[in-house]
T-cell receptor
């Protein structure tokens, strides 16, 4: 079965610190990869997505992610976090028939002002 | 453009009661799905649909039914509510190979 692993469950950073959140998935075929953000009390919103092409993907709000096929990874990065980035971040994969999304367990990011 | 609309936003049920969570999308997406979100467990797929008249089970389907009579609507029915079904429920829709768009969620408490 497919799985998506997010290794950091809770990350605490100060403003201006750099961020990297890990995501690994287990599927050997063609995959689409996503990062979603959930602000407190809200629904999930798309940060960025990878379908094909350049493995370095840029998203909204200064986020980027790098797809490394050999490592089955899709890590999320941001050079300098802001207090407003406090949220929960979810990595997601869809593959095979592309009709199902598999989500990681999420990483809660707390940015201290 | 409303996107994905879920109702109600909040609901409290007594054990054994039944109810239907509504989900509608206006983007003409083929795929729709229901997830439940529990602390530390991410989103788990309950049921999904790849088109009108076609539904299938996800990871945690027990206690839930779905139907898809139109492209736009995908209601989730709780047959006999249990405290273990206390959760936040999200409906999502997507094109094939596209990103998922989520509704605002329904926070359900079963007492």
């Amino acid at each position: 079965a497919q799985s998506v692993s997010q290794h950091n469950h809770h990350v605490i950073l100060s403003e201006a610190a750099s961020l990297e959140l890990g995501c690994n998935y287990s599927y050997g075929g063609t995959v689409n990869l996503f990062w979603y953000v959930q602000y407190p009390g809200q629904h999930l919103q798309l940060l960025l997505k990878y379908f094909s092409g350049d493995p370095l993907v840029k998203g909204i709000k200064g986020f980027e992610a790098e797809f490394i096929k050999s490592k089955f990874s899709f890590n999320l990065r941001k050079p300098s976090v802001q207090w407003s980035d406090t949220a929960e971040y979810f990595c997601a994969v869809n593959a095979n028939n592309f009709n199902k999304f598999y989500f990681g367990s999420g990483t809660k990011l707390n940015v201290k002002p | 453009n409303a996107g994905v609309t879920q109702t109600p936003k909040f609901q409290v049920l007594k054990t054994g009661q039944s109810m239907t969570l509504q989900c509608a999308q206006d983007m003409n997406h083929e795929y729709m799905s229901w997830y439940r979100q529990d602390p530390g467990m991410g989103l788990r797929l309950i049921h999904y649909s790849v088109g009108a008249g076609i539904t299938d089970q996800g990871e945690v389907p027990n206690g839930y039914n779905v139907s898809r009579s139109t492209t736009e609507d995908f209601p989730l029915r709780l047959l006999s509510a249990a405290p273990s079904q206390t959760s936040v429920y999200f409906c999502a829709s997507s094109y094939r190979r596209g990103e998922a768009f989520f509704g605002q969620g329904t926070r359900l408490t079963v007492v």
